[in-house]
């Protein structure tokens, strides 16, 4: 009768049921995908729904996974000579969404030639879509050097 009823729970909620799979792992290969400039990795990283939000540092915001697809085809194919270097410093996990944060330094050089060295706070949020951690939110704010 107990393995009746443990058959008839499992057909009933499967995903709900389902141990969900680690948060570190999603954003290590998100983070991989942009660091490597990988536009074919970094999509299965992505929400499957229209709504992506990405706020950067300047506050510009794009509000949808093709604005969010669209900036990343045109940053990748940037000859910038860009390293992007990550550092996860903060996870918050919950059974639908995941948090981190991650301090990123970035270092490339401008069309005029001058080098940049950009640090900044990352904030990356993501949701439990079919068993899978997908980016939802993703907000950089710029670390201002100390006077």
């Given at each position: 009768?107990?393995?009746?009823?443990?058959?008839?729970?499992?057909?009933?909620?499967?995903?709900?049921?389902?141990?969900?799979?680690?948060?570190?792992?999603?954003?290590?290969?998100?983070?991989q995908?942009?660091?490597t400039?990988?536009?074919?990795?970094?999509?299965?990283?992505?929400?499957?729904?229209?709504?992506?939000r990405?706020?950067l540092?300047?506050?510009?915001?794009?509000?949808?996974?093709?604005?969010?697809?669209?900036?990343?085809?045109?940053?990748?194919?940037?000859?910038?000579?860009?390293?992007?270097?990550?550092?996860?410093?903060?996870?918050?996990?919950?059974?639908?969404?995941?948090?981190?944060?991650?301090?990123?330094?970035?270092?490339?050089?401008?069309?005029?030639?001058?080098?940049?060295?950009?640090?900044?706070?990352?904030a990356?949020?993501?949701?439990?879509?079919?068993?899978?951690?997908?980016?939802?939110?993703?907000?950089?704010?710029?670390?201002?050097?100390?006077?």
């Open positions: 009768m107990k393995l009746t009823r443990l058959l008839v729970a499992l057909a009933i909620c499967p995903s709900a049921c389902a141990s969900t799979p680690p948060l570190r792992a999603a954003v290590e290969a998100h983070l995908a942009v660091r400039r990988n536009l074919a990795a970094l999509l299965p990283t992505l929400t499957g729904g229209s709504d992506l990405m706020i540092p300047s506050g510009f915001q794009y509000t949808t996974r093709a604005q969010y697809v669209d900036f990343h085809r045109q940053w990748f194919a940037s000859n910038d000579n860009g390293r992007f270097d990550p550092e996860i410093v903060h996870l918050v996990e919950s059974p639908r969404l995941g948090h981190a944060l991650i301090k990123l330094r970035y270092r490339a050089t401008a069309p005029t030639g001058a080098a940049q060295d950009i640090v900044s706070w990352l990356l949020t993501f949701a439990l879509e079919d068993g899978s951690w997908r980016l939802v939110f993703d907000q950089s704010t710029l670390i201002q050097p100390s006077p």
